[in-house]
């Protein structure tokens, strides 16, 4: 099980990376996308929730945790906002 971390950038197409996070939620049952910039992580979110979209025949309820992490960028440290996705227990239907 190997989990390619996705790297998103302002100008990705959201549903191409929903389709990545799909295939990976389907493969690993784990995902992980990683964005810099407000922009960025607008389309990183666009992208997990045109995902569950994808998934939701296959009865998978996508959850996430968030975390910031430094990386290096042309050698200049910057933050990044990581998505750790993963699967949740579907809920309860209300009667």
């Not at 810099?36 to 959850?63: F, P, S, W």
């Amino acid at each position: 099980m190997s989990v390619q971390l996705l790297r998103v950038a302002a100008d990705s197409p959201p549903h191409r990376v929903a389709g990545a996070i799909a295939g990976q939620m389907r493969e690993n049952g784990l995902a992980q996308t990683q964005a810099i910039g407000t922009d960025a992580v607008y389309c990183m979110l666009k992208a997990v929730i045109i995902a569950q979209r994808y998934v939701t025949d296959e009865n998978m309820h996508l959850a996430f945790v968030p975390e910031y992490v430094g990386i290096v960028v042309d050698n200049e440290e910057r933050t990044a906002v990581r998505l750790n996705i993963c699967t949740q227990l579907p809920r309860p239907v209300d009667q």
